[in-house]
């Protein structure tokens, strides 16, 4: 007789990160402190959470493509930076995550053998699999798409159950709460409603990715600690898309 096991299913997860995240305020580039507390909070999350892990990390904190060209470097080459940014994020927060005693894969859009694996989606699978955590780096591989845009498109094609983006505020306002201090903060909200309100917490492009596979997206606050380890076990905390 077959014994069915009794253990949750597994739920696979994608938490997007921003550069900044590994930066501390006001500063450019990675701060070892920051890198070690969010890796540190990252791996805790996970070692008490029945998930499959991966994340996608932003390159916010050492180039920002549309921003930092300044009209002097074009803005496909200023997008591939951004993109080489995030691979640099992800290899940090690769071996702070391992050093917190989680095993973690690095998988790139674009191809850079002697650091990283190549993005192949039977390979990222299989590792969430056996347990790794999965580091999407280099963005899309494509000019012009942010790294909401990857995360809403690494979470179809791994077909993740929700998508977490950890933000620095609450979750989403109906206005920027840092310019209105009478900004609410909504729990709930439809895609086509945040579309329709152009809301900006995320670009419309990822958001209508999500839409389509009908993917639920989590906006919380990743400076309150102990809010991954929350969104991670599936408490209802920031807002809600779905």
């Given at each position: 007789m077959k014994l069915v096991s009794q253990e949750p299913q597994k739920k696979r997860v994608l938490l997007k990160l921003s550069g900044e995240a590994l930066s501390t305020e006001g500063h450019r580039g990675i701060d070892p402190?920051?890198?070690?507390?969010?890796?540190?909070?990252?791996?805790?999350?996970?070692?008490?959470?029945?998930?499959?892990?991966?994340?996608?990390?932003?390159?916010?904190?050492?180039?920002?493509?549309?921003?930092?060209?300044?009209g002097v470097i074009d803005r496909v080459n200023s997008d591939n930076m951004g993109m080489l940014a995030t691979v640099i994020n992800a290899i940090a927060l690769q071996s702070a995550i391992e050093d917190a005693g989680v095993p973690t894969r690095v998988l790139t859009s674009?191809?850079?053998?002697?650091?990283?694996?190549?993005?192949?989606?039977?390979?990222?699978?299989?590792?969430?699999?056996?347990?790794?955590?999965?580091?999407?780096?280099?963005?899309?591989?494509?000019?012009?798409?942010?790294?909401?845009?990857?995360?809403?498109?690494?979470?179809?094609?791994?077909?993740?159950d929700v998508l977490l983006k950890a933000t620095q505020v609450d979750g989403v306002y109906d206005c920027d709460p840092k310019k209105n201090p009478n900004a609410k903060l909504i729990s709930?909200?439809?895609?086509?409603?945040?579309?329709?309100?152009?809301?900006?917490?995320?670009?419309?492009?990822?958001?209508?990715?999500?839409?389509?596979?009908?993917?639920p997206i989590q906006v919380f606050n990743l400076h309150k600690k102990g809010n991954i380890q929350k969104a991670l076990c599936g408490e209802e905390i920031g807002t809600v898309i779905y």
């Open positions: 402190q920051a890198l070690k507390a969010i890796a540190v909070e990252i791996a805790e999350a996970y070692q008490k959470s029945n998930c499959e892990l991966s994340i996608v990390i932003g390159g916010g904190n050492i180039w920002r493509g549309v921003r930092d060209g300044g674009i191809n850079i053998y002697q650091l990283t694996e190549p993005f192949v989606r039977r390979k990222a699978v299989r590792h969430l699999q056996k347990g790794r955590v999965v580091i999407f780096a280099g963005g899309t591989g494509n000019p012009f798409f942010t790294t909401d845009s990857a995360a809403a498109l690494r979470a179809s094609e791994i077909n993740a709930r909200i439809t895609y086509a409603e945040a579309i329709e309100k152009r809301l900006q917490f995320m670009d419309t492009a990822a958001l209508a990715l999500c839409m389509e596979k009908q993917l």
